[in-house]
């Protein structure tokens, strides 16, 4: 079976805004580097593993070291406890998910930890999600330190107001850190999602941060 060596490392610095924003106090856990080994003992370099190669058949339904995902939940964690103590909303906890509530006019948030697949899934605003890893393969080869920072960046991105969203009653338009989507919406799903961006702002505001009056 492959193998894993682990070392401890340094936290790595989170690529988060730094500002009067909420952000200023958030620091990334330390974050366990973890080698990696295939069948034959060789190191396996996760994110460059396959250069300009077309990944082989294999990889694409195969996730030889899924444990290598588990500082993206510990990150997670941090981010839920983060977003609780900076910032002025109400959280409510439902088992593995944690459902934000800031004021009238700020996106809301849902965070998701899948510990059974090793996974961190968010909802936010009206129709926004993602999850991290996107997919997890061995054909995708996804760096875990490039995961999260992107699922720092799109959290960060829904308390500061940088993720967009659009519907014109046919095409969904969403812009966020992993980039811009758009598509349309299958037509039973289109009442739906028009009343909900009805009544939703047609942008939304930062998080209001919570003011330490100590």
């Not at 459902?99 to 948030?109: E, M, Q, S, V």
């Amino acid at each position: 079976m492959p193998g894993e060596r682990r070392t401890e490392l340094d936290p790595v610095a989170p690529v988060v805004p730094r500002g009067r924003d909420g952000w200023e106090s958030y620091r990334r856990p330390p974050i366990p580097e973890a080698v990696y080994l295939d069948d034959e003992g060789a190191v396996i370099h996760y994110g460059s593993r396959w250069g300009m190669a077309r990944p082989p058949e294999w990889a694409y339904s195969q996730e030889v070291h899924p444990q290598r995902w588990l500082p993206l939940l510990d990150v997670a964690n941090a981010l839920i406890t983060h977003l609780e103590v900076s910032f002025e909303v109400s959280a409510r906890r439902d088992g593995d998910t944690v459902t934000y509530n800031p004021p009238d006019g700020c996106a809301p948030l849902r965070i998701q930890i899948d510990t059974q697949n090793v996974a961190v899934r968010v909802w936010a605003g009206t129709a926004l999600a993602s999850c991290f890893p996107g997919c997890g393969c061995d054909a995708c080869d996804d760096d875990v330190l490039d995961v999260i920072d992107g699922l720092e960046k799109w959290v960060a991105a829904v308390t500061s107001a940088r993720c967009t969203e659009r519907f014109d009653g046919r095409v969904l338009t969403t812009s966020t850190p992993d980039g811009t989507s758009e598509g349309q919406v299958e037509r039973k799903e289109r009442k739906q999602l028009r009343e909900l961006f009805d009544h939703a702002p047609k942008k939304w505001s930062p998080w209001p941060p919570r003011i330490d009056w100590s």
